[in-house]
């Protein structure tokens, strides 16, 4: 029956992290996946997150309703806009528990297949993975619009609001509001005004998908292009996780949001998006959306896991800064400045295949193929030794 089928590849990430786990070297080190490690070298818990766990209580649960969690769902959207934001108090702004990110951008799909048939998808050049295969899987065509630029390792800005100009009415947009996956490398406030600007006047849909919000600067500037975008009166979807920033990978919590024109219009949304629930899955699980309901609700708690956050935040650059210490004094004649500036977990090193591959097979030292590196992955005790293999393949 299944002769046919063809074998699948994997996904690339997720199967270097199992080639990682094979490997018998002791001192590998595993710089792929985008995961937050401590110092230690362990996938921490935040104490309010535990704290939240701990509250609560073992009973049987009946099915939530398709949206999901009311007070998740609700807290949630204060964390993308902010307390006060006029579009809450409109109730313009509706939002779906999904499971995790990827389910909140399966959702996005599927519903604006349904309802913008017609419409092209553009990504960023480079983005993650995923993007492109949850979009083409919800059968979009999907494009992709200049982004990074290897030689100033920045932004190719003026191609990319050239590039927007040249798109159809309708067409889709999915944008990293901070942290950007791959390339850590983020627009300026004043550039999200301009493409935003021109997402309005060329009536494109914008799509952003925030995996890394308080990782940046903060929970609040790290939400600027969705706040902007509200602001000026855009209507948009939010793919929204809370995996990296409450730990919670394995329990899938995340929202779809969208900001709509009027507050009939928003529940004609919820509707069309529990229909899309319904048609996939029913209704999504309980216990992670009530755990994050109870820490963002929970005013003392909420302020713990902000500053927890904010400290993963911190080592993250203090790994950085060392990363690029060390290999400034290893090679004077290098510039390493861009370790500095990417911002979220990742950084771009700039190393080719070739390198990468030498990192894995002679150091067992493990990046992505486009020289993705998760800064989140070192630690005092691997960085040195991580700085003396990138600086030896750098070399010969
Ligand atoms: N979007 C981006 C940019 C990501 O890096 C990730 C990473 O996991 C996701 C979405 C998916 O989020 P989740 O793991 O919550 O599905
Ligand atoms: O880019 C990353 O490493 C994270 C984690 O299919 C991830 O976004 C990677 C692959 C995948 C799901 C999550």
Not at 241 to 258: D, F, P, Q, T
Not at 363 to 377: D, E, N, P, Q, T
Request: proline share 5%; hydrophobic share 40%; glycine share 6%.
């Amino acid at each position: 029956m299944f002769q046919h089928l063809q074998a699948y590849a994997g996904d690339p990430i997720l199967s270097l992290v199992e080639t990682f786990n094979r490997d018998p070297r002791e001192h590998k080190v595993n710089l792929s996946i985008g995961i937050y490690f401590d110092d230690a070298g362990c996938l921490p818990l935040p104490e309010a997150v535990r704290a939240a766990q701990t509250q609560q209580p073992v009973q049987a649960q009946p099915y939530l309703p398709m949206e999901g969690h009311a007070a998740f769902r609700a807290a949630a959207l204060r964390v993308l806009l902010g307390n006060e934001h006029l579009v809450l108090q409109q109730n313009r702004a509706v939002a779906v528990q999904t499971l995790g990110g990827s389910g909140a951008l399966k959702l996005a799909a599927d519903f604006l297949k349904r309802w913008y048939p017609q419409s092209r998808a553009f990504v960023s050049d480079p983005t993650w993975d995923n993007h492109r295969g949850i979009l083409e899987g919800a059968g979009i065509e999907v494009g992709t619009y200049p982004y990074y630029d290897p030689d100033t390792i920045g932004v190719r800005f003026a191609e990319l609001t050239q590039f927007l100009h040249t798109l159809d009415s309708g067409d889709i947009v999915l944008l990293h509001p901070c942290c950007h996956n791959p390339t850590g490398v983020d627009l300026s406030p004043e550039q999200w005004d301009e493409v935003l600007h021109i997402i309005q006047s060329r009536r494109l849909i914008a799509l952003m998908d925030i995996a890394y919000q308080g990782f940046g600067d903060d929970f609040d500037r790290d939400a600027y292009a969705v706040r902007k975008a509200a602001d000026m009166g855009l209507s948009f979807f939010v793919s929204s996780s809370y995996s990296k920033n409450m730990s919670l990978y394995s329990e899938r919590v995340g929202i779809l949001a969208a900001v709509c024109p009027n507050a009939e219009q928003a529940e004609r949304v919820l509707g069309q998006l529990k229909f899309g629930v319904r048609r996939i899955y029913s209704s999504p699980p309980f216990h992670g959306a009530d755990i994050a309901a109870r820490v963002l609700n929970e005013s003392s708690l909420h302020r713990q896991w902000q500053n927890e956050v904010y400290a993963m935040r911190d080592r993250i650059k203090r790994m950085r800064r060392q990363l690029h210490d060390a290999l400034s004094q290893r090679l004077p004649q290098h510039d390493f400045r861009h370790y500095l500036t990417q911002r979220g977990m990742f950084g771009y090193t700039g190393l080719n295949e070739h390198q990468v591959q030498r990192l894995q097979d002679e150091f067992a030292v493990y990046l992505l193929k486009s020289g993705r590196l998760c800064m989140a992955g070192l630690n005092s005790r691997n960085i040195e030794y991580v700085a003396r293999a990138i600086a030896t393949v750098l070399q010969e």
